[in-house]
């Protein structure tokens, strides 16, 4: 089963979309789901999607893989996020992620600080 977390006006997708509940979907998983199957499954317009799509917590694309068990947060074009800058897109096999993200308030990556004396 995969969980989906809907915010703003994709609350409307959702069984309950009331601003009180949790506007949880949940579907089951199918082998080779992506995020934008899994969007298309539930209807979403992808004009009304956002660029911030979080898989278990981590910044997701539409061609990230789903497994069993996921939780998708999906929100709309008109609910962007503040920070967004702090999340990348899954790094590549053998990427140093520490590196590429450098830790919020932190204004050089791991590999410049190994450099200062």
């Not at 979403?44 to 497994?67: C, M, V, W």
């Not at 074009?77 to 590196?99: E, H, R, T, V």
């Amino acid at each position: 089963m995969i969980e989906i977390h809907l915010y703003g006006k994709l609350r409307r997708f959702a069984d309950d979309p009331s601003p009180t509940s949790t506007s949880v979907v949940e579907v089951p998983y199918q082998d080779g789901d992506t995020v934008r199957v899994i969007i298309e499954r539930l209807g979403i317009p992808h004009a009304e999607l956002g660029s911030n799509k979080f898989l278990n917590g981590r910044y997701a694309d539409l061609n990230t893989p789903i497994q069993d068990g996921d939780r998708l947060g999906l929100f709309p074009d008109d609910m962007q996020l503040l920070y967004k800058w702090y999340f990348s897109p899954p790094p590549a096999a053998g990427a140093n992620l520490s590196a590429r993200n450098p830790a919020p308030g932190s204004s050089r990556s791991e590999s410049e600080a190994e450099k200062a004396p």
